[in-house]
Each structure stands twice: as C-alpha cells, then as structure tokens.
C-alpha cells in the first residue's frame, strides 16, 4: 500500500477537532513564547484552525504588514482566552501560505512576516520571492548574517496593521 502525502490545501482544511482550549504547561512547545508575552501557567490557551490564520492572512492591505504575534491575539479574541498557541499558528501560517500557492489564491501570505520584521523562508520561494513582493509594495529591507541570510522589513512596526 502506497501513501500519499496530502496537499496544501488538504492540509488547510483538515478537521483536527480545532479550536481547542488548554491550560497552559510548561511542557507546551509554546510555552517560552507565550511566557515573553506574560502568559503564566494555568492560563487559557487556544489553537485556532488553520482555515481562520487564512482569513486573517487575507485581510492585510497592500503596503501593510501583520505579524505572527498579531494574529495570535486576534484568534485568542476570538476565542475569548488570554492566549494562542503560537508554535501552532505559526506552522498554520505556512500552511496557508503554501496552500494559497498551490490553489492560485490571492491570499497576500507575503505581507504577514515574523514577530520581528523577518521574512519566512518557508513561504512559496523562500525569503527572495517574499521579499521580491514586498518590495513591489514599496517595502525596504535589511539584511542579516553571512552565512545565513535573513532579510527585516525596515520599519515594519510603523507598517503594521491592527485586525
């Protein structure tokens, strides 16, 4: 029997049971994350669905930027909790970006970056094609390392948007 791995979409779609609500533990893979935030153990945390990062990714304007910690606060909001999980919404992010590629979306992935201006090389074209769109928008960058190269947007504080 041969196994056949799912596609983008299929993955965006996929019906694990989401949302879900924890408590938070310091076992959580997001828990140092969520920890810088001022989450404290105990404290309600929620992984939202793939399919609602897609809507928020959708939402940003030409010219403007969100990033990963903006749509986390967005869903837990949403959800009416503290706290999202952030490892979760960040693969989510992927995930939705790769799966827009793949369908043809017009979902503008390319202007949701890291919580600190960087570019995602797991974006459809890694970092050079984000940063190949984002220019197209009038952004600049900096550049990062020698031996591996990162790119920030420059001033992307004062470029993001609140949902």
Request: glycine content about 6%; some cysteine; aromatic content about 10%.
């Amino acid at each position: 029997m041969s196994y056949k791995a799912k596609t983008w979409e299929e993955k965006l779609k996929e019906d694990k049971g989401y949302p879900k609500f924890l408590k938070l533990e310091e076992n959580f893979p997001c828990y140092r994350a969520l920890k810088k935030m001022g989450a404290e153990i105990g404290d309600g945390v929620v992984i939202a669905p793939a399919t609602e990062v897609y809507e928020l990714m959708s939402r940003v304007p030409q010219g403007r930027l969100q990033s990963l910690e903006q749509i986390c606060i967005k869903l837990a909001q949403k959800h009416d909790t503290p706290y999202c999980c952030t490892l979760t919404t960040g693969i989510f992010i992927t995930v939705a970006a790769n799966a827009a590629a793949e369908m043809n979306s017009d979902l503008p992935y390319w202007r949701t970056v890291k919580n600190n201006g960087e570019l995602n090389k797991k974006y459809p074209g890694g970092m050079e094609k984000q940063k190949e769109l984002l220019a197209r928008e009038g952004h600049e960058f900096t550049k990062r390392g020698r031996k591996h190269i990162r790119y920030l947007v420059k001033d992307y504080k004062h470029k993001l948007i609140t949902l």
